[in-house]
């Protein structure tokens, strides 16, 4: 039985297969910035927020969009609030759509290793469209580290939040759809993410 999910992406394959995909232009990308994380109890937690930029052609307004996000299953885990269906946070311009109650669907779906998310702006008010000129705050993912994997450590790591492949069934495309029911690539650059270990007074003193 198809979830709510796997029927969004098999519209959008529709419309990927209707239109075509425009391989040139225009192009988008997804991003994060690196950050550091202190670690507390053994454990660390943090937020990416993930960005949408238009980074080639004329500027287009944007209906939805769709991306896969993976990380290393041996370390982290993305944190699902509440419960239920698995549903990103939506950040900036998203919030404002449909006079303030956001996009009328967004779903995702977590794996050990990633995340999918899929937003479709308005299933019928065409007015509905976001352009990305500018880098624009979309979606916001929660993370932390699992159990008891930073204990023995004694050198800060860092871990990397690349674009996924192979999430969902059907795999999730990382693209932008645009105009008249096409849809343009995109691609979701990778984020490093640094966890400072907490030093013990002994090695501090060894520092």
Known sequence: MFSRFSIFFVMLFCVISISGVQAQDPTFSFTAADQSV???GGSASFS???NLIQTSGLIEETR???FSCAHDPALLA??????????PETLGPLN????????????GEIFPNGF???????FVNVSQTIS??????????????LPGVLDGLTEDL???ITQGSGLGSPETATVVVIGAGSSAPATLETSNVTILLERSEEHTSEL
Not at 78 to 87: H, L, S
Not at 116 to 122: E, F, K, L
């Open 38 to 40: 202190a670690a507390a």
């Open 64 to 66: 939805g969009f769709s």
């Open 116 to 122: 999918t998310c899929g937003v479709i702006y308005a």
């Open 48 to 50: 990416l927020d993930f």
């Open 96 to 107: 404002s759509l449909n006079g303030g109650t956001g996009p009328d669907f967004i779903q």
């Open 132 to 145: 990305y000129d500018v880098p624009q705050p979309v979606i916001r993912a929660n993370y932390e580290t």
């Open 158 to 160: 860092t871990t990397q």
């Open 78 to 87: 993305v944190v699902q609030t509440g419960t239920g269906t698995f549903e």
